[in-house]
Nanobody, 128 residues
Framework: QVQLVESGGGLVQPGGSLRLSCAAS????????MGWFRQAPGKEREFVAA??????????FYDDSVKGRFTISRDNAKNTVNLQMNVLKPEDTAVYYC???????????????????WGQGTQVTVSS
């Protein structure tokens, strides 16, 4: 049984930081590229960041809305993928999901249908 379990969400003030983690089980983690998405109330789920199966140079991709503030990383030995979020803004408030895909490419990473497995999400609220 495949499981992706997110953790690390919470309430933070604008300008603050949070680190999300996603623990994977039931899959050969190193075979999958991993992504983070988010969904705000009343909005569609949107792509945030992704990392290739081999986290070497040029293996990460970010949406412009988080570039320079968020950093995605992975540890294949621990089957985890992380999202370090800095300089958080109220518009970053959403439920954050991790997802697994065998696809890679600028256009396909944005497509929810290309991700085979999803976690249940963790709430991030940025508010003073």
């Amino acid at each position: 049984q495949v499981q992706l379990v997110e953790s690390g969400g919470g309430l933070v003030q604008p300008g603050g930081s949070l680190r999300l983690s996603c623990a994977a089980s039931g899959i050969t983690f190193s075979n999958y590229n991993m992504g983070w998405f988010r969904q705000a109330p009343g909005k569609e789920r949107e792509f945030v960041a992704a990392i290739r199966w081999s986290a070497d140079a040029d293996s990460t991709f970010y949406d412009d809305s988080v570039k320079g503030r968020f950093t995605i990383s992975r540890d294949n030995a621990k089957n985890t993928v992380n999202l370090q979020m800095n300089v958080l803004k109220p518009e970053d408030t959403a439920v954050y999901y991790c997802a697994a895909t065998t696809w890679w490419g600028v256009t396909v990473l944005y497509r929810i249908s290309h991700y085979a497995f999803w976690g249940q999400g963790t709430q991030v609220t940025v508010s003073s």
